[in-house]
């Protein structure tokens, strides 16, 4: 990690972000609007590609409402053929470079029949379907204890914060849990059912591992979904990622309004 953190030093003239932020599919806009310095993934050592289309592979720096941030313009995925610590290792650079704070967002499907495409839903619990976990290996006892208690990943005090914000900016915050599977193909009608019987209410690809290791680093995390699509069998129309862009892109406005008013909180 010392040539990562090292060579982002350099190129940011030892820029200390308090908070991060992870922008999930179609919610990059954030980092264009802010950007003082970007770095491409593919330029920073050890660190790997993202190459869905909505995650433009880019660490933004940024000073938004008085406080430093720096931003993920899209995320790292399990799918994509990186093991779990390739895909937290991020996390881990962003603990070092000064950040207490995380907010991680993301694309999902709704697997409560009541929440929306474009609806943003505030994450109070996950679920772990993805058959792993990104602690797995020889523990690094510099960053966290063997065992992370994980009965408050995403944090009570920033979660009323974000429902304060939310109020304030007259934006309707869903809440609830969000479950992650590996992917890359969406969960048959069936699946879907078992999992709202589990008791969640959104379904994605990601955010679990990095919520995981956050929580295991000391971060405090919140976490945001936009919800872009019926899951499979809530709604009445075939799954395409297009539709998350789309849907992605009708939430973007509210988001970046709620994710501002956060940071200007915190």
């Known amino acids: 990690m010392e040539n990562t953190i090292q060579f982002i030093n350099q190129r940011t003239n030892n820029f200390k972000p308090e908070i991060g932020i992870i922008l999930g599919s179609g919610l990059g806009e954030l980092a264009d609007e802010f950007c003082d310095v970007g770095i491409n993934y593919s330029d920073i050592p050890d660190f790997a590609c993202s190459t869905v289309a909505g995650h433009k592979g880019r660490l933004v720096f940024a000073e938004i409402n008085g406080k430093k941030v720096v931003m993920m313009q899209g995320r790292i995925h399990f799918y994509e053929g990186h093991p779990l610590n390739i895909v937290t ?5 962003l603990k070092a470079l000064g950040i207490k704070t995380l907010i991680l967002t993301n694309a999902a499907g709704a697997v409560n029949p009541e929440f929306n495409p ?3 839903m505030l994450i109070s619990d996950h679920i772990n379907f993805m058959g792993t976990n990104p602690l797995i290996g020889k523990n690094d006892d510099t960053l966290g204890v063997r065992f992370p208690d994980m009965s408050e990943i995403y944090r009570n ?10 109020e304030k900016l007259n934006i309707e915050l869903r809440e609830g849990v969000y479950l992650a599977t590996t992917g890359p193909s969406y969960e048959t009608p069936a699946e879907i059912r078992a999992y709202r019987l589990l008791g969640a209410d ?3 690809m990601s955010t679990v591992p ?10 405090n995390v919140l976490g945001i979904s936009c919800i872009t699509n019926q899951a ?3 709604g009445n129309t075939k799954l395409s990622h297009a539709e998350v862009i789309e849907s992605a892109n009708l ?4 988001f970046k309004g709620l994710i501002k008013e956060i940071i200007a909180n915190i």
Not at 89 to 93: A, G, M, Q, R
């Open 89 to 93: 290792y991020p996390i881990k650079v």
């Open 118 to 120: 474009a609806d943003l």
């Open 157 to 166: 005090d920033l979660r009323k914060l974000a429902k304060h914000c939310a």
């Open 202 to 204: 959104a379904v994605g």
């Open 210 to 219: 990095e919520a995981v290791v956050a929580n295991y680093c000391g971060l």
């Open 232 to 234: 499979a069998g809530v």
């Open 251 to 254: 939430a973007k406005n509210k």
